[in-house]
Every structure is written in C-alpha cells, then in structure tokens.
C-alpha cells in the first residue's frame, strides 16, 4: 500500500483516475499518480554441451534450493546486459547469449521472468553471495524435486523438451 | 525523483544500501526502501494473411504517427493477457497469439517491449479513444517514414525479413 505521496508527502487515495480504468495510489494534494506494475526477472539458463549450471540459493525465499541466475532488472538496463550482471553477480559466468529462451509470467505476484539460453566456453564458475554453491546437471539428471520456482521448472521442463526435439525457439508460459 | 516515503511520509534520501550495488530512495525515518524498475509495454504485431495493422495515434508522444497496439503491463496480468487487452482497447481485436515475436529493450527510458505476432480471423478491427484512425498495410507498404517509435521499427523490420526468409522466431533488440 502506497500511503504517502512521493512528490509532496500529502496522503494518497486508491480511486480509478479520470480517463483511466485502473484503481491507483493518487495524492489528494498535488494529485501526482503513483503507477504500480510488473517486474522483469532476467536471467540466463546457462549450458555447457549438454549440462545445465543450476545455483543453490544463499538466500531466502526458497534458501537452498535450486535456480536459475537471474534476479530484478534495474533501470537503464537491457534485458541482455541484466541478464549478463546477474549471471556474473551470481555465478561468475559470462555466457554467450543466443536468443530470449522463455518468459515466464506469474500473475499474482506481478513478475515477469526473461531467461536467454546463455553458452559457456568452458565448465567454470564462482559462486557469488547469492549462491550457496552451483553445479553442473545433465538433462537426465536434472533434481526436479528441488527447483526452487515454477519459472526455472517451466524453463528447465522446455529446454529438455527442445533438446529432445532438436529445435530452439522462444516460449511464453504463466501462472 | 521520489522525495517521500510512501509508507510513513518522511524525507527520502539517495544511496546505496547496505549489502546493494545500486543507489536507491531509502526512507531516513523507518528505512524503507523505493525500489524502482523497468516497465514492461505488452503488444501485439497484428497480421491478417501478409498485411499488418498499424494504428495511428490519438494522443501525445507522437500523436498522429503509426504504432502497434501495446501499453504498460498492468499489475496482476500476464504478458498474453496485457497484449489482448490492449489489442482490444486500442484497436477493437482479439488475435490469436501465436509467440512472443521481440522484445526490444529501450534502456534509457527503462522500458521493455514484448510484442507478439497475433493472427486476425479476419481484416476487421474498430478504433478505441487512444486511436485516431488504423489500416492494414502490405509489407512493401509499410510507411517507415511514419513510425511513432524504434520498438515499432524494430518489429517490423524483423517481421518484414523473417517473411522473406521464411522464418518466425523471436528476436531481442535494444537501444
């Protein structure tokens, strides 16, 4: 809840602005509107041949369970370059991008996920103090049971499947 | 710039929290924390057999000039329900989604647009509030001199080249 006006600190209202269908945070002083939407969630599915590079997460939520390097897009970023210091941050990694691999959108939290298909050169990496530890999976080895959310399952489930299938193309899922 | 905190009302002050690399509003009363992101703008490309749908717009920036229906990503939408959503608003569509066709970063405002290639049953559509006029162009008709905006340009140079080839994948751009 936005309670406060950010421009003149005067007590904001949850109305539908004129012209708008949507209910907004407005201020009943200087009546600045306060719009509220989505977050982009970039990251990378890192492989090498035909091993996935899975994180153990360091922190909460889902503290030891496995992800994907990807976190909050800043301001002033591309998704690739977001894409590319989370990968770093995260897990040392510089991967070769190759295209938007999947979205993944999760309604009821507002969050949009963007994941490229990232190619590493070799099989290295370093954990970041995000990540607990990280490793190497090939696809028949993959620890379905401890992935730490529906957006790197549903990631991980279209990349097996494309790799069965020989194919690569961009894949838009959601809860 | 946000001068107050939207959960107590004090000042707000520019810095870089502890344990972060970026330089936020952070409350100096209860040390709440304004994080701000890129917005999302969903959209459609709309095709009926080889033409496409461009509607030119009602109101400011680029009043007058061509785009592809698309706006900011609500709160609680997926990406496929914020395109058809704004299908419908700005030009009276319902397309079928077939994939997420670009994304196109524009990271000095910090915006992200995720268009996808949306198929008509038929060449019919009915202008909304936020748009003056719309028509279907053949892609040697495309009116490049009349684009409203580079995530627009963007698309339909890479729908008009897939075409030639054959081809439909997703493609990510940035500027």
């Not at 939520?61 to 894409?83: D, Q, R, V, Y």
């Not at 490229?116 to 370093?126: I, N, S």
């Not at 990349?159 to 894949?171: F, K, L, M, N, P």
Request: with cysteine; charged share 20%; glycine share 6%.
């Amino acid at each position: 809840m936005i309670q406060f006006c950010a421009q003149c600190g005067s007590d904001m209202t949850y109305q539908i602005p004129e012209g708008d269908t949507v209910t907004r945070a407005v201020c009943g002083s200087c009546g600045y509107i306060a719009y509220e939407n989505p977050k982009i969630i970039t990251g990378v599915l890192p492989v090498y041949q035909d091993q996935v590079l899975l994180c153990k997460r360091a922190i909460e939520p889902k503290k030891n369970w496995l992800t994907l390097p990807s976190g909050f897009m800043e301001c002033n970023e591309t998704l690739e370059s977001g894409a590319l210091r989370e990968a770093y941050e995260e897990v040392g990694i510089v991967p070769n991008l190759k295209f938007l691999f999947c979205t993944y959108s999760v309604s009821r939290v507002s969050q949009v996920y963007c994941l490229f298909l990232g190619e590493l050169d070799a099989p290295e990496f370093k954990a970041g103090p995000e990540t607990l530890s990280a490793a190497f999976y090939s696809i028949s080895k993959i620890p379905w049971d401890q992935l730490a959310f529906s957006s790197v399952r549903f990631a991980l489930r279209q990349y097996v499947d494309q790799h069965a299938r020989g194919e690569s193309y961009c894949v838009s899922g959601s809860e």
